[in-house]
């Protein structure tokens, strides 16, 4: 009887004074989310029989417990895609890069080419031969063609023959000097007019450089979607994510908490 009229007492002390029952069942439920996240994991710990009784109120570790299992799922989707990020510049990174050098020779081949047809169809209007229309554009070009040409030329004064000098350089350099070059090569051997051919070269080539650009423009789209992805997920996960999971570390383990 006296136990009774003792707790009830406290209970009517506790109302008027305006205070709120610390039971489990009582206990004002907090709109803070990582303690909403924490007695979650506390709850389904004490479920499964893995929580442990620390002594005291179980439920003063819910917001770093809350903060923890945040962070920790913060890390366990970010990582993955990281992972996935480097792996794939790892394996497609230097492929990537040896096919855009030798695009870039390739580009700067053709534009060296193009330059040594306009110059020889100028050049083939004087009447010169072919020996001399070489001499005349090779220091001009400056490029693999050119060299090549210097090349050819000097062999030709030291007596090897010409046609010989000119496939060894089509060989050299591949199919986008092909064409220029048999068009020398025909008019050395066989005496075959250069002018008009040269410049039916030249209006096709003009037509091949206009599609390359063209192609690389429609290109241009996809192959910024690699440096906007990944410059973008670094900075939300710096902006969003990091300041977030600071902020309520630092909270969680403040004083008075």
Do not use: Y
């Not at 000098?165 to 986008?176: N, R, T």
């Amino acid at each position: 009887m006296i136990r009774r009229r003792r707790r009830t007492r406290d209970r009517v002390a506790l109302l008027t004074r305006g205070g709120v029952p610390t039971t489990s069942v009582g206990r004002a439920r907090s709109r803070d989310p990582f303690e909403v996240v924490g007695r979650l994991t506390r709850l389904a710990a004490t479920t499964i029989g893995s929580g442990s009784d620390t002594g005291g109120d179980p439920a003063r570790f819910d917001r770093p417990r809350g903060v923890a299992v945040v962070v920790a799922a913060t890390v366990v989707w970010t990582a993955p895609v990281v992972a996935a990020v480097v792996l794939a510049l790892g394996w497609w990174l230097p492929k990537g890069l040896e096919v855009s050098r030798a695009r870039v020779a390739g580009r700067a081949l053709a534009d060296e080419t193009l330059l040594a047809v306009e110059l020889a169809s100028v050049i083939a209007r004087t009447g010169a031969t072919v020996p001399q229309t070489i001499e005349a554009i090779a220091p001009r070009l400056g490029g693999r063609l050119g060299r090549g040409l210097e090349r050819a030329a000097v062999a030709h004064r030291a007596g090897s023959l010409l046609d010989d000098e000119l496939g060894s350089v089509a060989d050299d350099l591949g199919a986008v000097v092909a064409d220029f070059l048999a068009i020398l090569r025909a008019a050395h051997v066989d005496g075959d007019p250069m002018e008009f051919a040269f410049l039916r070269l030249a209006d096709r080539m003009r037509a091949d450089n206009r599609r390359a650009v063209d192609g690389d423009v429609r290109r241009l789209s996809v192959k910024l979607l690699v440096p906007l992805v990944c410059c973008t997920l670094p900075g939300f996960v710096l902006i969003a994510i990091v300041p977030l999971g600071a902020a309520a570390f630092g909270g969680a383990v403040s004083p008075g908490r």
